[in-house]
Protein backbone atom coordinates (compact mmCIF):
# COMPACT_ATOMS: atom_id res chain seq x y z
CA UNK A 1 0.00 0.00 0.00
CA UNK A 2 1.13 3.36 -1.04
CA UNK A 3 0.95 6.19 1.49
CA UNK A 4 0.64 9.73 0.02
CA UNK A 5 2.39 12.46 2.23
CA UNK A 6 1.76 14.72 0.27
CA UNK A 7 -1.58 15.21 -1.88
CA UNK A 8 -2.15 18.31 -4.42
CA UNK A 9 -4.56 20.89 -3.58
CA UNK A 10 -7.17 21.52 -5.65
CA UNK A 11 -5.99 25.23 -5.35
CA UNK A 12 -2.59 24.92 -6.65
CA UNK A 13 -3.91 24.05 -10.11
CA UNK A 14 -5.61 27.59 -10.13
CA UNK A 15 -3.19 30.42 -11.72
CA UNK A 16 -2.13 32.93 -9.33
CA UNK A 17 -3.80 36.04 -8.55
CA UNK A 18 -1.53 39.16 -10.60
CA UNK A 19 -0.90 41.68 -8.48
CA UNK A 20 -2.62 44.93 -9.70
CA UNK A 21 -0.29 47.95 -11.44
CA UNK A 22 -0.21 49.69 -8.51
CA UNK A 23 0.63 47.32 -6.29
CA UNK A 24 3.63 46.50 -8.72
CA UNK A 25 4.84 50.10 -8.61
CA UNK A 26 4.65 50.08 -5.06
CA UNK A 27 6.69 46.88 -4.57
CA UNK A 28 9.53 48.42 -6.58
CA UNK A 29 9.61 52.03 -5.09
CA UNK A 30 9.62 50.47 -1.71
CA UNK A 31 12.52 48.50 -2.74
CA UNK A 32 14.33 50.92 -4.61
CA UNK A 33 14.09 53.56 -1.65
CA UNK A 34 15.38 50.60 0.63
CA UNK A 35 18.12 49.93 -1.64
CA UNK A 36 19.20 53.49 -2.13
CA UNK A 37 18.88 54.25 1.80
CA UNK A 38 21.09 51.43 2.34
CA UNK A 39 23.49 52.74 -0.22
CA UNK A 40 24.16 56.18 1.07
CA UNK A 41 24.47 55.27 4.36
CA UNK A 42 27.12 52.12 4.54
CA UNK A 43 28.86 52.89 0.69
CA UNK A 44 28.29 56.19 -1.17
CA UNK A 45 26.25 59.24 -0.95
CA UNK A 46 26.02 62.35 -2.95
CA UNK A 47 27.10 66.00 -1.94
CA UNK A 48 27.01 68.87 -3.28
CA UNK A 49 29.42 72.05 -3.04
CA UNK A 50 27.34 75.26 -1.48
CA UNK A 51 29.64 77.57 -1.04
CA UNK A 52 33.17 78.68 -2.31
CA UNK A 53 34.76 77.65 0.93
CA UNK A 54 37.26 74.99 -0.73
CA UNK A 55 37.36 76.79 -3.84
CA UNK A 56 39.15 76.68 -6.35
CA UNK A 57 40.09 73.17 -5.32
CA UNK A 58 36.21 72.17 -5.64
CA UNK A 59 34.03 75.01 -6.97
CA UNK A 60 30.28 75.83 -6.25
CA UNK A 61 27.80 73.35 -7.83
CA UNK A 62 30.23 70.60 -8.09
CA UNK A 63 28.45 66.92 -7.56
CA UNK A 64 30.28 64.77 -6.05
CA UNK A 65 30.04 61.70 -4.44
CA UNK A 66 31.10 60.95 -0.75
CA UNK A 67 33.16 57.65 0.02
CA UNK A 68 31.33 55.72 3.51
CA UNK A 69 33.81 52.96 3.26
CA UNK A 70 37.04 55.00 2.84
CA UNK A 71 36.90 55.45 6.78
CA UNK A 72 34.47 52.77 7.77
CA UNK A 73 30.30 53.75 7.52
CA UNK A 74 28.80 55.25 10.51
CA UNK A 75 25.98 53.40 12.15
CA UNK A 76 23.11 55.86 11.88
CA UNK A 77 22.38 57.46 15.77
CA UNK A 78 19.34 58.49 15.10
CA UNK A 79 17.86 55.61 13.20
CA UNK A 80 14.58 56.69 12.78
CA UNK A 81 14.00 59.20 10.00
CA UNK A 82 12.41 60.02 6.53
CA UNK A 83 14.83 58.43 3.83
CA UNK A 84 17.10 60.00 1.43
CA UNK A 85 16.99 63.22 3.34
CA UNK A 86 19.56 64.56 5.74
CA UNK A 87 17.58 66.60 8.71
CA UNK A 88 15.05 68.81 6.89
CA UNK A 89 11.86 67.73 4.94
CA UNK A 90 12.22 69.55 1.91
CA UNK A 91 8.61 71.13 1.16
CA UNK A 92 7.35 71.80 4.55
CA UNK A 93 11.04 72.38 6.04
CA UNK A 94 10.28 70.19 9.66
CA UNK A 95 12.71 67.65 10.94
CA UNK A 96 13.00 64.77 8.88
CA UNK A 97 13.61 62.12 12.01
CA UNK A 98 12.51 61.76 15.32
CA UNK A 99 15.15 61.23 18.66
CA UNK A 100 12.67 58.99 20.09
CA UNK A 101 15.38 56.44 19.32
CA UNK A 102 18.81 57.16 19.84
CA UNK A 103 22.01 54.47 19.49
CA UNK A 104 25.39 55.24 20.75
CA UNK A 105 28.49 55.79 18.43
CA UNK A 106 29.97 52.82 16.38
CA UNK A 107 31.73 52.86 12.91
CA UNK A 108 32.56 49.67 10.98
CA UNK A 109 36.07 48.68 9.22
CA UNK A 110 36.93 50.83 6.83
CA UNK A 111 40.00 51.15 4.28
CA UNK A 112 41.85 53.20 6.46
CA UNK A 113 41.52 56.39 8.60
CA UNK A 114 41.19 59.81 7.50
CA UNK A 115 45.23 61.38 6.47
CA UNK A 116 46.67 64.40 6.39
CA UNK A 117 45.49 66.53 3.26
CA UNK A 118 42.26 64.74 2.51
CA UNK A 119 39.13 66.37 1.38
CA UNK A 120 36.31 65.48 4.27
CA UNK A 121 32.78 65.61 4.95
CA UNK A 122 31.99 65.87 8.31
CA UNK A 123 29.36 67.40 10.64
CA UNK A 124 29.30 70.66 11.66
CA UNK A 125 30.60 70.47 15.61
CA UNK A 126 28.83 73.84 16.31
CA UNK A 127 25.46 72.41 14.75
CA UNK A 128 23.75 71.19 17.40
CA UNK A 129 22.16 74.13 18.13
CA UNK A 130 20.66 76.08 15.15
CA UNK A 131 18.55 79.36 15.05
CA UNK A 132 14.80 78.76 13.13
CA UNK A 133 15.06 82.04 11.17
CA UNK A 134 19.04 81.81 9.93
CA UNK A 135 20.13 78.11 10.37
CA UNK A 136 23.33 79.08 8.56
CA UNK A 137 24.49 80.85 11.08
CA UNK A 138 26.83 79.87 14.01
CA UNK A 139 24.81 79.74 17.14
CA UNK A 140 27.90 79.88 19.94
CA UNK A 141 29.52 82.83 17.17
CA UNK A 142 25.62 84.53 17.97
CA UNK A 143 25.74 83.67 21.34
CA UNK A 144 29.46 85.11 22.08
CA UNK A 145 28.41 88.35 20.43
CA UNK A 146 24.69 89.24 21.52
CA UNK A 147 24.91 86.50 24.61
CA UNK A 148 22.95 83.83 25.19
CA UNK A 149 19.64 85.38 27.00
CA UNK A 150 19.09 87.81 23.66
CA UNK A 151 19.79 84.89 21.24
CA UNK A 152 16.66 82.67 23.27
CA UNK A 153 14.48 86.05 23.93
CA UNK A 154 14.73 86.72 20.45
CA UNK A 155 15.38 83.37 18.34
CA UNK A 156 13.77 79.81 18.14
CA UNK A 157 15.97 77.58 18.76
CA UNK A 158 16.34 73.69 17.64
CA UNK A 159 18.68 70.91 19.06
CA UNK A 160 19.98 68.61 16.69
CA UNK A 161 21.29 65.11 17.22
CA UNK A 162 25.34 64.73 16.26
CA UNK A 163 24.17 62.91 12.70
CA UNK A 164 21.99 65.04 12.11
CA UNK A 165 24.02 68.55 12.04
CA UNK A 166 24.77 69.87 8.85
CA UNK A 167 27.40 68.27 6.70
CA UNK A 168 30.67 70.30 6.07
CA UNK A 169 33.46 69.62 3.44
CA UNK A 170 37.30 71.01 4.03
CA UNK A 171 40.62 69.14 3.70
CA UNK A 172 42.26 68.06 6.87
CA UNK A 173 44.86 69.46 7.43
CA UNK A 174 46.02 67.96 10.67
CA UNK A 175 45.74 64.82 13.03
CA UNK A 176 46.24 63.88 15.56
CA UNK A 177 49.31 64.41 17.32
CA UNK A 178 50.57 66.74 15.12
CA UNK A 179 51.79 70.74 16.25
CA UNK A 180 49.72 72.86 14.36
CA UNK A 181 50.54 76.66 13.74
CA UNK A 182 49.73 79.49 11.37
CA UNK A 183 52.55 82.14 10.34
CA UNK A 184 50.85 85.17 7.96
CA UNK A 185 49.00 82.50 6.61
CA UNK A 186 50.65 79.36 5.60
CA UNK A 187 49.84 76.10 7.33
CA UNK A 188 52.79 74.89 9.11
CA UNK A 189 52.72 70.87 10.84
CA UNK A 190 55.81 71.16 13.58
CA UNK A 191 58.69 72.78 11.96
CA UNK A 192 57.81 71.72 8.23
CA UNK A 193 55.10 73.47 5.83
CA UNK A 194 51.59 72.18 5.15
CA UNK A 195 51.27 71.30 1.67
CA UNK A 196 50.09 73.84 -0.44
CA UNK A 197 47.68 73.07 -3.40
CA UNK A 198 47.97 75.11 -6.90
CA UNK A 199 44.23 75.99 -6.83
CA UNK A 200 44.13 77.52 -3.21
CA UNK A 201 42.63 81.13 -3.07
CA UNK A 202 44.09 83.73 -0.20
CA UNK A 203 43.07 87.64 -0.64
CA UNK A 204 45.01 90.82 -1.59
CA UNK A 205 44.47 94.27 -1.85
CA UNK A 206 44.18 94.67 -5.41
CA UNK A 207 44.78 98.52 -6.58
CA UNK A 208 43.50 99.28 -10.24
CA UNK A 209 44.65 102.68 -11.77
CA UNK A 210 42.02 105.67 -12.07
CA UNK A 211 39.72 104.79 -14.57
CA UNK A 212 40.71 101.16 -15.16
CA UNK A 213 37.42 98.62 -16.80
CA UNK A 214 36.97 96.47 -14.42
CA UNK A 215 34.55 94.56 -16.69
CA UNK A 216 33.09 91.27 -16.20
CA UNK A 217 34.86 89.96 -19.32
CA UNK A 218 38.09 91.42 -17.34
CA UNK A 219 37.03 89.43 -14.74
CA UNK A 220 36.77 86.21 -17.04
CA UNK A 221 39.93 86.87 -18.63
CA UNK A 222 41.66 87.02 -15.50
CA UNK A 223 39.60 83.51 -14.29
CA UNK A 224 38.43 85.45 -11.28
CA UNK A 225 35.13 84.17 -10.05
CA UNK A 226 32.66 87.32 -9.52
CA UNK A 227 29.42 84.09 -7.54
CA UNK A 228 28.46 86.42 -4.71
CA UNK A 229 28.13 83.66 -3.21
CA UNK A 230 31.98 82.56 -3.97
CA UNK A 231 32.55 85.88 -2.27
CA UNK A 232 35.84 86.44 -4.43
CA UNK A 233 35.78 89.78 -5.04
CA UNK A 234 34.50 92.98 -3.25
CA UNK A 235 35.40 96.77 -3.24
CA UNK A 236 36.06 98.86 -0.72
CA UNK A 237 35.42 102.66 -0.28
CA UNK A 238 38.18 103.22 -2.57
CA UNK A 239 36.43 102.64 -6.07
CA UNK A 240 40.03 101.23 -7.43
CA UNK A 241 40.67 98.67 -4.64
CA UNK A 242 39.32 95.40 -3.99
CA UNK A 243 39.72 92.78 -1.88
CA UNK A 244 40.01 89.57 -4.35
CA UNK A 245 40.82 86.36 -3.10
CA UNK A 246 43.01 84.32 -5.97
CA UNK A 247 44.74 81.27 -6.70
CA UNK A 248 48.37 81.50 -7.48
CA UNK A 249 48.36 81.15 -11.63
CA UNK A 250 45.94 84.53 -11.01
CA UNK A 251 47.97 86.63 -9.04
CA UNK A 252 50.22 86.20 -11.52
CA UNK A 253 48.16 87.24 -14.47
CA UNK A 254 47.24 90.45 -12.22
CA UNK A 255 50.57 90.98 -11.25
CA UNK A 256 51.35 91.37 -15.50
CA UNK A 257 48.05 93.84 -15.65
CA UNK A 258 49.94 97.30 -16.33
CA UNK A 259 49.48 99.92 -13.08
CA UNK A 260 48.24 97.59 -10.63
CA UNK A 261 49.64 97.21 -7.36
CA UNK A 262 49.03 94.08 -5.00
CA UNK A 263 49.42 93.48 -1.28
CA UNK A 264 48.52 90.21 0.85
CA UNK A 265 45.41 90.80 3.31
CA UNK A 266 47.50 89.36 6.70
CA UNK A 267 46.32 89.65 10.05
CA UNK A 268 49.36 90.84 12.20
CA UNK A 269 50.84 88.50 14.53
CA UNK A 270 49.82 89.11 17.98
CA UNK A 271 46.59 90.84 17.15
CA UNK A 272 43.34 88.77 18.90
CA UNK A 273 40.63 87.92 17.20
CA UNK A 274 37.90 87.44 19.66
CA UNK A 275 35.75 84.82 16.43
CA UNK A 276 38.62 83.08 16.82
CA UNK A 277 39.09 79.60 18.26
CA UNK A 278 39.54 78.90 21.37
CA UNK A 279 37.38 81.94 22.15
CA UNK A 280 40.07 84.03 24.62
CA UNK A 281 41.59 86.70 23.89
CA UNK A 282 43.40 87.12 27.51
CA UNK A 283 45.34 83.42 27.15
CA UNK A 284 45.61 83.38 23.37
CA UNK A 285 46.44 86.23 20.56
CA UNK A 286 45.46 84.12 17.53
CA UNK A 287 44.16 85.38 14.92
CA UNK A 288 43.15 83.49 11.57
CA UNK A 289 46.52 84.24 9.72
CA UNK A 290 48.43 83.81 12.86
CA UNK A 291 47.58 81.06 14.69
CA UNK A 292 49.05 78.34 17.35
CA UNK A 293 51.05 76.08 17.81
CA UNK A 294 48.43 74.08 19.00
CA UNK A 295 48.77 70.34 19.11
CA UNK A 296 45.72 68.46 18.11
CA UNK A 297 44.85 65.05 20.65
CA UNK A 298 43.98 61.90 20.11
CA UNK A 299 42.50 58.75 21.71
CA UNK A 300 44.59 58.26 24.14
CA UNK A 301 46.35 61.30 24.50
CA UNK A 302 46.92 62.50 28.49
CA UNK A 303 47.16 66.76 28.61
CA UNK A 304 47.15 69.06 31.72
CA UNK A 305 44.41 70.51 32.54
CA UNK A 306 44.65 74.36 33.97
CA UNK A 307 42.03 77.89 33.51
CA UNK A 308 44.50 78.98 31.14
CA UNK A 309 44.22 76.47 28.84
CA UNK A 310 40.76 75.01 29.33
CA UNK A 311 39.32 77.07 26.60
CA UNK A 312 40.70 74.31 24.32
CA UNK A 313 39.48 71.86 25.75
CA UNK A 314 36.04 72.96 27.15
CA UNK A 315 33.89 71.74 24.56
CA UNK A 316 36.12 68.91 24.17
CA UNK A 317 35.86 67.46 27.52
CA UNK A 318 32.13 68.64 28.04
CA UNK A 319 30.15 67.97 24.99
CA UNK A 320 31.46 66.06 22.25
CA UNK A 321 33.16 63.58 24.98
CA UNK A 322 29.97 63.73 27.14
CA UNK A 323 31.43 65.00 30.78
CA UNK A 324 30.14 67.01 33.41
CA UNK A 325 32.51 69.69 33.47
CA UNK A 326 32.67 72.51 36.38
CA UNK A 327 35.13 75.48 36.27
CA UNK A 328 35.03 76.78 40.33
CA UNK A 329 37.39 79.24 42.10
CA UNK A 330 40.11 79.01 39.50
CA UNK A 331 39.77 74.97 39.70
CA UNK A 332 38.34 72.54 37.04
CA UNK A 333 36.76 69.56 38.32
CA UNK A 334 35.12 66.82 35.69
CA UNK A 335 32.29 64.45 36.95
CA UNK A 336 32.22 66.08 40.24
CA UNK A 337 36.13 65.40 40.80
CA UNK A 338 38.72 68.08 40.55
CA UNK A 339 41.43 67.24 37.54
CA UNK A 340 44.16 68.33 36.73
CA UNK A 341 44.65 65.84 33.91
CA UNK A 342 42.29 64.48 31.13
CA UNK A 343 42.82 61.95 28.86
CA UNK A 344 41.06 61.38 25.30
CA UNK A 345 38.51 59.25 23.64
CA UNK A 346 38.23 59.89 20.74
CA UNK A 347 41.07 61.07 17.89
CA UNK A 348 40.26 64.30 16.52
CA UNK A 349 41.11 66.57 12.96
CA UNK A 350 41.95 70.20 12.12
CA UNK A 351 39.75 71.28 9.33
CA UNK A 352 40.18 74.12 6.95
CA UNK A 353 38.95 75.40 3.57
CA UNK A 354 41.45 76.06 0.49
CA UNK A 355 39.92 79.68 0.01
CA UNK A 356 41.51 80.51 3.39
CA UNK A 357 40.03 83.75 3.88
CA UNK A 358 36.54 82.79 2.87
CA UNK A 359 36.05 79.66 4.60
CA UNK A 360 34.51 79.06 8.21
CA UNK A 361 36.64 75.70 9.16
CA UNK A 362 38.71 74.90 12.54
CA UNK A 363 39.88 78.12 13.19
CA UNK A 364 36.43 79.48 13.90
CA UNK A 365 35.10 76.29 15.49
CA UNK A 366 38.05 74.34 16.83
CA UNK A 367 38.75 70.12 16.84
CA UNK A 368 36.62 67.90 14.94
CA UNK A 369 35.88 64.53 16.46
CA UNK A 370 36.01 61.78 15.08
CA UNK A 371 32.46 60.34 15.47
CA UNK A 372 31.66 63.85 13.41
CA UNK A 373 33.18 62.32 9.96
CA UNK A 374 30.93 61.42 7.68
CA UNK A 375 33.21 60.27 4.42
CA UNK A 376 36.01 61.23 2.23
CA UNK A 377 35.24 63.28 -1.22
CA UNK A 378 35.82 60.61 -3.80
CA UNK A 379 35.09 62.41 -7.30
CA UNK A 380 33.03 65.08 -8.56
CA UNK A 381 30.22 63.67 -11.64
CA UNK A 382 28.23 66.81 -12.29
CA UNK A 383 29.70 70.55 -11.81
CA UNK A 384 28.21 73.84 -13.88
CA UNK A 385 28.81 77.35 -13.39
CA UNK A 386 27.63 80.65 -15.32
CA UNK A 387 24.71 79.72 -17.32
CA UNK A 388 23.21 76.71 -15.51
CA UNK A 389 22.99 73.36 -15.82
CA UNK A 390 22.55 73.36 -19.39
CA UNK A 391 24.20 76.57 -20.82
CA UNK A 392 27.25 76.35 -18.52
CA UNK A 393 28.80 72.61 -17.96
CA UNK A 394 31.69 72.25 -16.96
CA UNK A 395 32.88 69.38 -18.77
CA UNK A 396 36.51 69.18 -17.68
CA UNK A 397 35.38 68.51 -14.05
CA UNK A 398 33.19 65.70 -14.84
CA UNK A 399 34.03 61.71 -13.61
CA UNK A 400 37.73 63.23 -12.52
CA UNK A 401 38.72 62.48 -8.71
CA UNK A 402 39.42 65.00 -6.40
CA UNK A 403 43.41 64.49 -6.28
CA UNK A 404 43.09 65.14 -10.26
CA UNK A 405 41.30 68.66 -9.62
CA UNK A 406 43.69 69.53 -6.82
CA UNK A 407 46.61 69.19 -9.82
Known amino acids: ?200 KTSYFVMFPANFSISEEFLDEMGINDNLRAGDIRQTQNPYLFVINLQPEQLEKLKAVQGVRIEPVLSPAGQAEAEVFPFDTVHYKWNRDNFGPLTIPGKGTTVTITPENIALYRRLIGIYEGNKLEERNGQVFINGALATTYTFKMDYYWMMGDNRHNSLDSRYWGFVPEDHVVGKASFVWLSYGKGGLFGGMRWNRLFRGIHALEE
Not at 24 to 42: G, H, K, M, P, Q
Not at 59 to 83: C, E, H, Q, W
Not at 90 to 118: H, I, L, M
Open 1 to 200: MRLAFWKKKEADDKPKKKKPVWREWLDAAVFAIVAATIIRTFFVEAYTIPSGSMEGSLLINDYLFVSKVAYGPRVPMTPLAVPLVHNTLPVTGGESYTKAVQWDYSRWWGFGNVERNDVVVFNFPHGDTVLEDDREADYYARVRDSGREYILAHHEIRVRPLDKKDNYIKRCVGVPGDVISIRDGKVWIGDKPSENYVHM
